[in-house]
Every structure is written in C-alpha cells, then in structure tokens.
C-alpha cells in the first residue's frame, strides 16, 4: 500500500510539471502572435501651419508748425494825475524791458590833467629839514619788499609849495608792483620842506628825490 501511494505522488508531481511547461508555452505563443498581430504605433504630432505675418507701416506725416498770432498787447492802464494840463484820455504805453541784455559798463573816470612841471628858476633849491636823512628816517619798509628781498632806489618827483609842503608827486623810478613806490610818497610827505627861494622870496618848484631801500644786515 505504501508504494501504491508513494508511485501515485510522483506520477502527480511529474505532470504537474508538464502541465506548467505546457502553460508556460502556449502563453509564450499567444505573446508571439498579439505582436504579430498588432503593429507598432507610431504617434505622430502635427504643428498647426504657420501663418505669414505681414506688418505694414503707415506713412507718418511731418507735423506742420502752425505760426500763432502774437497775443494782443495789454491794454493801457490809466494813471492819474494832479496836473490839470494832461488831458484826461492821454495814457502811457507800458514800457518793455529786456532783463537779459547787459547794460553797458560804464564810462570810465575822467582823467585829472597833469600839471606839466615848469622850470622855475631860484637862488637855493628846496631842502627837506633835518636833510634827506630824514626822509629815510620816515620810510616804512614795505613788508612784501621785505620778504621778496627787494632793495634799490625810488625817485620821485615832488611839487613843494612855498610853504615846504608836498603838493604833488609823480614816480621817475619805480622798482615794481611791490609797494616801494608808496612807501617813498609816504615817507616824502611825512618829511616837513623848506621852500625854495628867488630872491629872498619862497617859490613852488618841481624837485626830484631819490629815497633808497637798503635791507639792514643781520649782525
């Protein structure tokens, strides 16, 4: 009985397992024939069509300036008046004023004539008192002269009246735009003059001065 049985199983088991080979064949053969059958598909996209797009262009026309009439003028303001004489309709134009166009400079100043030095004759010229020494003694260095080192002589032309005072000057010799030249105006002025004389009387006469600048040596 039991090799009955055990005969049984193993016929069962070997065609359990034809009846899978069995499956497994024929479903390979039902895949082989739906590929046949059915054909790859292919998906194919379509683009719409493009269209031609034109532009067109419109002429644009030159813009024309239209010349506007000037604005009509103010109208004139009456003004009153105390004068009986100005008869009541006359008005005044209003007066238009160009703020942008610069005024002429002015004129320039009026030159002072000159007084031409005359020879006088005299018996003694004019002499500053306490000698020119004095006049040096008066002079104040200019200070830029001083810096710049500026040394050398100024002469000036003076008028003394008849009184020893100093009318008028004028520079002969300058030595520049460094104040030297009014440093020794200065210092001619300061300086008190005896006249000069003709004929024991005092006379105004023209006098050249030299003042000289001399830097003092540092000891």
Known sequence: MAEQKLSERIRFKLEYRKRIEF???????LLLVMFQAFKRFEGRVELPEEKQVIIKVDDIPITEQIDRPPPPARP????????????EDLTIEETEIDFNEEPPPPPPPPKEEEETPIFVPYDSPPKPIGGYAAIQKNLVYPEIARRAGVEGTVIIQ?????????VKTRV???????GCD???????????????????????????IPVIFKLKEAR
Request: charged letters at 25%; proline letters at 8%; aromatic letters at 4%.
């Open 23 to 29: 499956a497994l064949v024929v479903s390979l053969l």
């Open 76 to 87: 004139s303001v009456p003004i009153p008046t105390e004068d009986e004489d100005v008869p």
């Open 158 to 166: 003076a008028l003394i009246d008849t009184k020893g005072n100093v």
């Open 172 to 178: 002969l010799k300058s030595l520049g735009n460094n």
């Open 182 to 208: 009014e440093a020794a105006i200065a210092a001619i002025r300061k300086t008190k003059w005896k006249p000069a004389m003709q004929r024991d009387k005092p006379v105004k006469v023209w006098v050249s």
